[in-house]
Each structure stands twice: as structure tokens, then as C-alpha cells.
């Protein structure tokens, strides 16, 4: 394997970072100078955050435990262990928010000292948002389908710095059958572990048009061992699609009362279910695109 990468997109904007799993888009907005330090801080911190979180992998594979938080050596892994702990009354591992974990992270050292307008980081679709007093990004999402509106407005205002989506159709596996589903939270590590848990929660169990395999099956180091994971979804009835989706909002709307998300999106064959102040706005043709595919 390479070690940590780093150059500008075409664009010349966006900074790319890569090393191994981990593919991080990059961008800040404000002074110049403080930009070009945010992306330097950036950089330097990327150099060893996969080779962190490698060395406490074996840990961050077991279950957590709603009363026994473990004490990690790295940050990023105490971020990932302090976004599944609320959520540890079932099944989770710290896994579950890696993604986010590293975008929270990257951010953090980009704002370290500095004073940008806005900012974001963007691991694969699961992401950090710096957003200064007054400012607002808008982020594309995925797995709208049908027409629907694509673009979600995120102020300041919100309390909303972390996007994330989950799905059987994403990189990770899924134990549920959503096509996508996108949650807004506090911080990147947040939002990734509830949209983890929410897809997984969107299912009908043991219904024939879903494909299945253990996960060890796939992958022989996962975290998840001899779970189920879906590996296919076939023709379901419209009752059945929105069986699943209630499904999953329940566990949605259990998770926004408790406070642990601020809204998500569900979507599974075209259809969606909505938990939260989420207002999905179609986008603009004229609009600079901030970033996309959260």
C-alpha cells in the first residue's frame, strides 16, 4: 500500500487526501492565507491517521457496551467509540462511525488556530461542515430517486456538522435493505453511526427477494462476523417497501428524540420517508456546487 497522498483536483479548489480506505475531499473557504494554513494543517495530520486507527483495529472490531466505554489511544478512535456508545443498547462496534471519525478529525486540525468562513471534509460520502456565524452549505444527497429533490440547505443556525449515509448499495455492508439513508447530526462520527443503524433497520427479515451472506463470508476481518449482510433486494410489493421504510423510522424518530440526530432521509425503490426537519430542495442549475454525494 501507498502511503498518505495529497494533490488539488482539477479544479484546483478541492484538495484531494488518500491513503489505503480512506479518500478524503477537502475544501475551505475564506482568506486566502488562512485557507492555505487550514490545507498545510490538513495534510500534516492525514500523514498518520490510518496508521492510528490500524494499530487499535482488533479493539475497535468488538461491540461496544452502553455502560463500559473503553479508552482508546488515538483520537480518532475515542471519537469512534464516543458515537456508538448512546447507541450500544444493540448491536454496534466502533466501526460503525470510522468514516465520520476521520472527517471529524481532518476538520478539526484544519480549524485548529485558523478562522475560515466554511469548510468541509468528505470521506466518501460521509462528511465533517465547518460553517462560521451566518454561513450555510448546501450537500447533495443520494439515493433520492424518482424525481425527487437532491440538494438538503444546512445553516449555521441548525447545529448540523456532520452529514452521513448508510445503505446496502454503499461501500460498507449493510445488514438492512434502504437503497440510502442520509442522516444530519452533530458531528461527522454521529451521523455516520446512527445512518448505520437506521439502514440496518430498514428490512424485512427473511423475505425471499433478499440476497444474504455472512459477512466473514465477504470479508474475513469484518467487524460484523457471521451477521447477514444484503448483498441483493429484489421485486417488492409496495406494502413491503413501506414496511421497511416504517421500519426504519421508528428507530429514526427514536433517535431524534433522544437527541442523538437532528433529522435523516430514508429511501428504498423510490419511495421515502422523512424524520425531522430535513427540507429537500431540488437543486439549482445556476448554483456553485459546494459538495456532493453525502
Not at 452502553?66 to 483520537?75: C, E, H, K, W
Not at 466502533?94 to 485558523?114: C, K, Q, T, Y
Not at 455492508?173 to 446512527?194: H, K, P, Y
Request: one cysteine or more.
Amino acid at each position: 500500500m501507498n502511503g498518505p497522498q495529497a494533490h488539488w483536483l482539477a479544479d484546483g479548489r478541492r484538495l484531494h487526501l488518500n491513503h489505503g480506505p480512506i479518500d478524503l475531499i477537502v475544501e475551505a473557504f475564506g482568506g486566502p492565507e488562512e485557507c492555505r494554513a487550514a490545507y498545510e494543517q490538513a495534510v500534516a495530520r492525514f500523514q498518520t491517521i490510518l496508521i492510528e486507527v490500524v494499530e487499535e483495529l482488533p479493539e475497535l472490531r468488538l461491540p461496544a457496551f452502553f455502560l463500559a466505554p473503553r479508552d482508546f489511544a488515538g483520537p480518532t478512535a475515542r471519537r469512534m467509540e464516543a458515537a456508538v456508545m448512546p447507541l450500544a443498547e444493540c448491536f454496534i462496534t466502533p466501526m460503525a462511525a470510522v468514516a465520520g471519525s476521520v472527517a471529524d478529525e481532518i476538520l478539526g486540525a484544519m480549524l485548529a488556530g485558523r478562522r475560515l468562513d466554511r469548510a468541509y471534509v468528505n470521506n466518501g460520502g460521509d462528511c465533517a461542515l465547518h460553517l462560521g456565524i451566518g454561513q450555510s452549505m448546501t450537500v447533495a444527497i443520494a439515493g433520492t430517486g424518482n424525481g425527487m429533490a437532491d440538494r438538503v440547505a444546512i445553516r449555521s443556525e441548525d447545529g448540523v456538522r456532520g452529514v452521513a449515509t448508510s445503505g446496502w448499495r454503499g461501500r460498507s455492508f449493510s445488514l438492512g435493505i434502504a437503497d440510502a439513508v442520509t442522516v444530519l447530526a452533530r458531528t461527522g462520527a454521529e451521523a455516520d453511526a446512527a445512518a448505520t443503524l437506521i439502514a440496518n433497520a430498514v428490512d424485512l427479515p427473511g423475505h425471499p427477494a433478499v440476497a444474504r451472506a455472512a459477512a466473514r463470508d465477504l470479508a474475513p476481518d469484518s467487524d460484523l462476523g457471521e451477521r447477514l449482510v444484503t448483498q441483493g433486494v429484489g421485486a417488492l410489493t409496495p406494502g413491503e417497501v413501506a414496511r421497511a421504510l416504517d421500519n426504519g423510522l421508528a428507530v429514526a424518530e427514536d433517535f431524534r428524540r433522544r437527541g442523538l440526530i437532528a433529522a435523516s432521509a430514508l429511501f428504498l425503490a423510490g419511495e421515502a420517508r422523512i424524520s425531522g426537519s430535513v427540507t429537500l430542495a431540488a437543486p439549482n442549475k445556476h448554483a456553485q456546487e459546494e459538495f456532493a454525494d453525502a
